[in-house]
Every structure is written in structure tokens, then in C-alpha cells.
């Protein structure tokens, strides 16, 4: 009962946060996050918004000081891929970047194979993933309601890993990336219409600090 009760306190908290702070730019948002998330509250949130890259960004957070650090420097980053990257939606998120993009921008429909024409929208994003190599990568495969739940798990499976593959034999080290497949299970648009099931057609990128970025950002957050 008491996990019960910290836990919807840190949902309850950082709700308030998010909607009361308009003053605040993301990075301050960002470090309040970090000081009341955690592992346990960011998969609640990606599960209850149906974005799964927000909670693997909120689920790493740092917090404080340091997290303020981090979402600085992905405040650059994500304003390059907005830049450069076509097809890609970006959200700020804490202390990390989610990047979606519709399964059409990367595959045919029903397929898992990256499209030659995918290959030039993945092609930009490893030009600015490689200019912040002290970032880690989580690669969610999503599929609309149509078709079974096995079927579409398997589906959102390897298209994760074929991407993932993609970004490795491009020159993204593998240690950067994680892959998973959420199958229909969710659901970020409404699979009630044409446009919902094909915007849930989708994969996210959760772009976050690892270990080294954590520490530098520590580091000077203690000078």
C-alpha cells in the first residue's frame, strides 16, 4: 500500500508539474521529473499515454541539477533532428527526446523491410545521432488493432530490429541501442479510424544520457 501511495503521489506530482508550469522551459520541467519519476513511474506513464519512448525518457531520469544539465544538451539535439530529419516527429521530454515516425515514412504496408527511400530519412538522423555519442537509444516497434496480437508483436518486433539493424551497420554502435516491440498493445492514436490505425503504425525512438553523460552532468553540477 504504501508503493500505492508513492507512486500515485509522483504521478499526481509531476501531472501538476507538467500542466502548472508554463513559465518553465523544458529543462527545468525536465529536472523536476528526474526528482520525482524513476523506472517505476515513467512505465506507468508511457503505458497510461500510450507513448512508450516517454516512459523509458522519464523512467532514466537523473533529476536536480544535473538532469537540467542533460536536458540542455538535448534541447540542441532535438532541435538538429527537427532540423534535418523528414518525417520525424520530436517531442522534448524531461531529460530525454522521443522521436516518432510513421510506419509509412519507413516500411511498406505490412512489411518490416526498410524501404531505399527510409534509408535517406534514417540516414539523416545517424548524422546527428553520431555528433552525441553520450546518448543511448530505445527503438519501440507499435502496430495498429487490425490482424492478431501475436501477429502484430511479431510484426512490431522486427521492424524495431530491422531499424536497429540499419542504424548498426551504419555506424551507431550496438552498445547504444535497445530494441522492443509493443505489438497493438499501445495505442497512441484511435484505431477506431483510417488515420488513427496508420498513425499507430509507428516507431519511437527514445533518445536518452548514458552512463557518461550522467556522470559528466554530475560532475559539473557538483563544481
Do not use: W
Not at 5 to 18: P, Q
Not at 105 to 118: I, Y
Not at 176 to 194: E, S, V
Amino acid at each position: 500500500m504504501k508503493n500505492i501511495r508513492t507512486l500515485t503521489f509522483g504521478l499526481a506530482f509531476t501531472g501538476i508539474v507538467l500542466t502548472g508550469c508554463d513559465s518553465m522551459n523544458r529543462s527545468q520541467k525536465g529536472a523536476i521529473i528526474g526528482a520525482g519519476g524513476g523506472a517505476a513511474v515513467g512505465a506507468v506513464v508511457g503505458k497510461v499515454a500510450g507513448n512508450t519512448g516517454m516512459g523509458a525518457v522519464i523512467g532514466g531520469t537523473v533529476g536536480g541539477v544535473a538532469g537540467a544539465i542533460i536536458g540542455k544538451k538535448m534541447d540542441q539535439q532535438a532541435q538538429e533532428i527537427e532540423k534535418e530529419v523528414a518525417g520525424a516527429k520530436v517531442e522534448r521530454v524531461g531529460e530525454g527526446i522521443v522521436v516518432e515516425f510513421n510506419s509509412a515514412v519507413l516500411f511498406g504496408f505490412d512489411q518490416s523491410t526498410v524501404t531505399p527511400q527510409a534509408q535517406g530519412t534514417l540516414n539523416d538522423l545517424i548524422k546527428v545521432l553520431n555528433k552525441y555519442p553520450d546518448t543511448d537509444l530505445t527503438i519501440d516497434g507499435h502496430t495498429d488493432s487490425k490482424g492478431t496480437a501475436d501477429y502484430n508483436q511479431k510484426l512490431s518486433e522486427r521492424r524495431a530490429g530491422n531499424v536497429a539493424g540499419y542504424l548498426t551497420s551504419n555506424g551507431i554502435a550496438i552498445e547504444r541501442i535497445n530494441t522492443r516491440g509493443f505489438g497493438l498493445t499501445q495505442p497512441k492514436y484511435d484505431n477506431a479510424t483510417a488515420e488513427g490505425r496508420a498513425q499507430n503504425r509507428r516507431v519511437e525512438f527514445a533518445i536518452t544520457a548514458n552512463d557518461k553523460m550522467k556522470a559528466d552532468a554530475q560532475r559539473e553540477a557538483s563544481m
